[in-house]
């Protein structure tokens, strides 16, 4: 019954269906999707936030900022992005690939330009 | 108003007259009665002062009020009587004198409260033990020699000896949480006793809120998120003004990756890998860890250890040991050395929710997530040492990891 409509197509339009007597929904669904199964004891999961006081209860010789996977110029850092690409720029910006350098130092002009210049706080 | 006056007057020549009477009677102090401590203090209008009695047999508080009011109100019941629960209280004007029984549960409350008709009242009291009243149970009770500390009667009642007592100092008002000391041995072998918990770490007042931001602290500080988006500058292409300005009946155009194109960059993305680090105070993720344990205690789910031996390397033989212990379905076991014996390591690496960490890793997620927590003993004493040093320590001048000359 809509499929005539679909077929019936003229250049500048872009519905699908010109005709509908049904209420088809869109979304075609013949069975309820299972519910996902999540094993709650992994071992990363079990292990989750070990160590976390290694200093108030390991004498202080490391910090939990330590425990900080990622990349070097985020670990035990926070800031807004103006922030955190200057930092990259400071510790890794020498070693960057050239294309991703440019994009890097265009960003960082853009967004001085953007908090520095424009809008009511500048 | 003349009758007030006259029977204030009145009153006053009463007191001198009951002054003197209490001089007589000093000096009439029955010479059984054993001198142990003087003790003299000031207590304001409507205050309380409180005093614990340890001292076994029968004591005898004569307290003397120097100047203004001072009632004398005790319990065994409570640490704090005051004067609606008491068990036994003298609140005459002038002096009082309380006969504590040798049967009253030790530590003994003393309250002694200044009443309110006058500004500030000064006390003398005097505590002596009276020899002659040994009966048949006393004699039993006071059968260990003079020295020794006398011990407390364990509130449970049970027969078994207290193994552990706290190494640091508790406060006079408080009293060391008791809890009973297992062992690993047997399937359903008998608690060996009590250990004494320092009421600092183990009892402390149970702020969820506190605990939920140390929860969440932990898990976001380390999280660092990844998801990136190009934007109109980072996607290929796009340099050059699809068609010209004006006259191609088109909508107006400077790139074919601005925002608005498929295929275009987005405009407010996520950017770069981002962190969401941030620190609690020292103070505040200390208080964490305290809660979380005294949380445990007070619902059970804490367990007492004397050491790790189990007999077999064997899972099951662990896994019956908590069904059978009704310890819940995950158990957090904690010891302080990082070498753990051969058997506890074997058979805890194949369990899921039977996990073994060092007293280093202790952690209030870990805590909340593992429904039971084992400790060991000397686990206790590192977690009370390093625990309890917050509460007495000075504000860093410099962070900690830099040596302190008073800081092993």
């Known amino acids: ?122 | 108003m003349a009758l007030c006056w006259g029977g204030l007057l009145v009153f006053a020549a009463l007191s001198r007259a009951l002054g003197s009477l209490q001089l007589s009677e000093e000096h009439s102090v029955p010479e059984e009665w054993a001198l142990l401590h003087v003790v003299q203090g000031h207590i304001g209008a409507g205050n309380y002062s409180y005093l614990r009695l340890n001292h076994e047999g029968r004591i005898i508080l004569h307290m003397q009020s120097l100047k203004g009011d001072a009632d004398l109100y005790v319990s065994d019941k409570t640490l704090r009587p005051n004067f609606d629960s008491y068990k036994l209280q003298s609140t005459t004007c002038g002096q009082d004198v309380v006969v504590v029984p040798g049967d009253f549960l030790r530590p003994v409350g003393i309250g002694i409260y200044g009443h309110p008709s006058y500004m500030e009242s000064e006390f003398e009291m005097k505590v002596f033990y009276d020899q002659t009243a040994l009966k048949q149970g006393e004699i039993e009770k006071n059968s260990y020699p003079s020295d020794e500390t006398p011990e407390r009667a364990p509130p449970s009642g049970s027969d078994l000896p207290v193994l552990r007592r706290c190494d640091a100092d508790i406060p006079a008002h408080l009293a060391p949480t008791q809890t009973w000391l297992e062992s690993l041995a047997g399937l359903d072998s008998e608690p060996l006793g009590v250990v004494d918990l320092h009421p600092d770490v183990f009892s402390v007042p149970v702020r969820l809120d506190i605990l939920h931001a140390v929860e969440v602290w932990q898990r976001n500080f380390k999280r660092i998120s990844h998801a990136k988006v190009k934007s109109r500058a980072e996607v290929s292409g796009g340099g050059r003004k699809p068609w010209k300005q004006k006259g191609s009946g088109r909508a107006r155009h400077g790139s074919i990756r601005s925002p608005l194109w498929r295929g275009g960059g987005v405009a407010h993305g996520p950017r770069g890998p981002t962190s969401y680090y941030y620190m609690l105070p020292m103070k505040v993720r200390v208080q964490g860890l305290k809660i979380a344990l005294t949380a445990k205690l007070a619902q059970d789910y804490l367990h007492i250890v004397d050491s790790l031996d189990i007999p077999t390397l064997d899972p099951h033989y662990l896994q019956d040991l908590v069904k059978h212990r009704q310890w819940g379905d995950s158990v957090l076991i904690v010891d302080v050395s990082e070498e753990f014996p051969q058997n506890i390591l074997k058979a805890t690496e194949n369990l899921k929710t039977v996990n073994i960490i060092p007293a280093i890793g202790l952690n209030v997620h870990s805590m909340l997530k593992h429904e039971s927590l084992v400790l060991t003993l000397e686990a206790v004493k590192f977690l009370e040492k390093k625990l309890l040093w917050h509460d007495v320590r000075y504000t860093p001048l410099y962070p900690f990891k830099l040596p302190y000359s008073d800081l092993p």
Request: aromatic share 10%.
């Open chain 1, 1 to 122: 019954m809509s499929v005539f409509g679909g077929l019936l197509s003229r250049a500048g339009t872009f519905c699908a269906r010109h005709f509908s007597t049904g209420t088809c929904a869109r979304i075609r669904m013949h069975a309820i999707p299972k519910l996902k199964e999540v094993d709650r004891w992994t071992e990363k999961r079990s292990m989750f936030g070990v160590y976390d006081n290694i200093g108030i209860l390991g004498d202080f010789k490391a910090h939990p900022k330590d425990l900080i996977k990622g990349p070097v110029w985020l670990r035990g850092f926070r800031g807004i992005e103006l922030q955190r690409l200057i930092r990259k720029k400071r510790m890794v910006g020498d070693r960057m690939m050239t294309e991703d350098k440019h994009i890097l130092d265009k960003r960082i002009s853009f967004l001085y330009r953007r908090f520095n210049r424009y809008g009511k706080h500048r």
